[in-house]
């Protein structure tokens, strides 16, 4: 199976509009689109990996204005699909890459800040340090790598205080084991990191549960992100036969995790940033 045949998620307008939703709440959850670590005044060229509509960008771009004042930069977004690109406007370009292939000469050592996010479900866990050490070849010296991911780590434990709180998470686990992507990715990235020589790593945890001034965004959230997936889940596993089992299957999982919302519930899903800078 190639990459591109391996990712689950569809690339249609209602996965965009999804991925840019999911976008506004991940920066408020993280605080914003470029870690703290991260000196702004120095970031003149910038990539966005895997970057699906490449809304992270333009955040990157503004942030980077407001703080380090309006210069000339450069962004550009790489992914393996060029559905979801959007035009591309003045200072942002796009190009069809995998992050697993050598990068185009002219990419090499150019970029002082590289940033990822949300391909846990992309690939095995396994090919993580892959992943990393290409990266490291579009890092200037001194440049940051800053990846974002899912950790799903704390998803069984926080879930069974509920009747209906299993509902989507059951089958979820079972996904994560059949498929062997990651259950922990920022830790999986943090030793991946290290592995690679690269230096300051940090690992930076962020709880949506508990978050009060969030819960309704983070229940619209997981509605989604489950919505979306439980189906695929479902055939992946082995849970559903065809496509019409699996939807029977997965409006049930919707309407108990509806009645665990009802309560007040939250999934204990978090994310993490790791960042970590390019020897000199
Ligand atoms: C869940 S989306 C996240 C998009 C974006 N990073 C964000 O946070 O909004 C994952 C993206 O990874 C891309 N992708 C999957 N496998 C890839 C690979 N091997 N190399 C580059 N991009 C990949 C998909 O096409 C998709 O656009």
Redesign the pocket.
Known sequence: MT??E??P?G?DET?SRR??E??KL?LDIVGGAIDKAVPLDNISTVA?????????LWDAQKQLNENAGQSERQFHG????A??FPPAPAGITFSV?????PFPAEHLNRYDLV?????V???PESEFQK?VENLLTILKPGGYLQW?EVDFAHVEAGSDDHPKGTAGVQPWMKFVEVTKISKCAPDTLYTAYNNAGLLNVANRSYPIRGRADLVDRAQEWERQFFSTMIPVILLKIGDAADKDEADEKGSKIKLDLEEYFADGGVVDVRFGTVIGQKPN
């Open positions: 990459k591109e391996m990712y998620l690339r996965e991925l840019n999911q976008h991940l966005d990996v895997a970057t699906g509509t490449g809304i992270w790489f992914d393996i699909s559905a979801q890459h995998d992050i697993f292939q940033h990822v996010r949300l391909l479900t992309a690939f992943a974002s």
